[in-house]
């Protein structure tokens, strides 16, 4: 297995950062966009970032790798995009930061019933207490109630999603280009997000004459911009110099962020807190500590 060096580790942290504070630009844009509007309007914002490096760069890339770019298009940019923003109507950004742990877990069982991938026994205790300390985290985020939220079906589809999309870049892309990975299959997802905010949403006449539908779409277009279009190029390049599961493990450290943002929005920071981002960090010790 290829160890990660000190470059994929400064990526990791640096993704973390960008899609940990994404969940609280999520609850900024809801305040006056439907998650329909969100899911679009970022991936329309992403495209459109990426539109000139994306013509610049089809040209190079063979029909045989069309088909993989529009499925990480779709698996890793737009459904997970609206999945998200319909959970965030109702669950708390933290929480859903905390929840989006759950990939390395897809990542894993991907690998290995799809590509048929080996995993040393300690890569699934790492992930397992990772996902432990997330749970910890998310129960601790979650105002003392335990009833539950099937609205955090949502989180885990996009998960899955995403559990998919790590394994197609892997095994199908790694060849290609970050910037090419990233922008080509954008502008393939780019254009149905734009048909589908102008034809099923009312978001071009309220972004005109509605103030603050204005001040959320500029949260949604800083988070595509920042959080898809850049931290997909980062994050793309991570899979190709390390492995799936170790570029997963990046969502284990995203919570940390999205509670950090969630105690500067007034939400409470309880001790159990405390407790998921140690058993976090522990966890993504223990995967990646078999590398060395």
């Known amino acids: 297995m290829q160890k990660p ?10 993704l973390a950062l960008i899609w940990g504070s994404s969940f609280i630009l999520i609850k900024r844009g809801l305040v006056g966009l439907t998650p329909q509007m969100v899911g679009s309007l970022r991936i329309v914002a992403a495209s459109l970032f990426l ?11 063979s029909r045989a ?14 459904i997970p995009s609206f999945l998200f923003a319909i959970a965030q109507t109702r669950l708390d950004s933290a929480v859903t930061g905390v929840l989006n742990a759950l990939t390395p877990i897809f990542t894993v069982l991907v690998g290995l019933l799809i590509y048929k991938q080996h995993q ?4 699934f205790i790492g992930v397992l207490i990772g996902f432990f300390g997330a749970v910890v985290l998310s129960l601790a985020g979650a105002s003392g109630a335990l009833s539950f939220n099937a609205f955090v079906l949502f989180v885990v589809l996009a998960t899955i999603c995403y559990g998919l999309n790590l394994n197609i870049i892997k095994y199908h892309l790694g060849n290609l280009p970050a910037l090419t990975v990233t922008s080509v299959s954008l502008l393939i997802t780019g254009p149905i997000a734009l048909l589908h905010l102008a034809l099923f949403t009312d978001f071009f006449p309220q972004v005109i004459n509605t103030q603050n539908v204005q001040v959320a779409a500029g949260y949604i277009a800083l988070l595509g911009v920042m959080g898809t279009a850049i931290a997909l190029i980062l994050f793309n390049k991570l899979v ?3 492995e799936p599961v170790f570029a997963s493990s990046v969502t284990y450290v995203i919570p940390i962020v999205a509670v950090i943002w969630g105690v500067l929005d007034q ?3 309880q001790p159990m807190h405390y407790v998921g981002m140690a058993t ?4 993504v010790y223990i995967t ?3 590398r060395s």
């Open 5 to 14: 060096n000190l470059r994929a580790w400064f990526l990791l942290i640096i």
């Open 51 to 61: 539109l000139p490096f994306a013509l610049q760069r089809m040209r190079s890339v």
């Open 65 to 78: 790798h069309w088909k993989y770019l529009a499925s990480i298009g779709f698996l890793g940019s737009l």
């Open 120 to 123: 040393k026994a300690n890569i």
């Open 240 to 242: 190709q110099i390390t």
């Open 267 to 269: 939400e409470v920071l």
């Open 280 to 283: 976090i960090i522990v966890g």
């Open 288 to 290: 990646n500590r078999v």
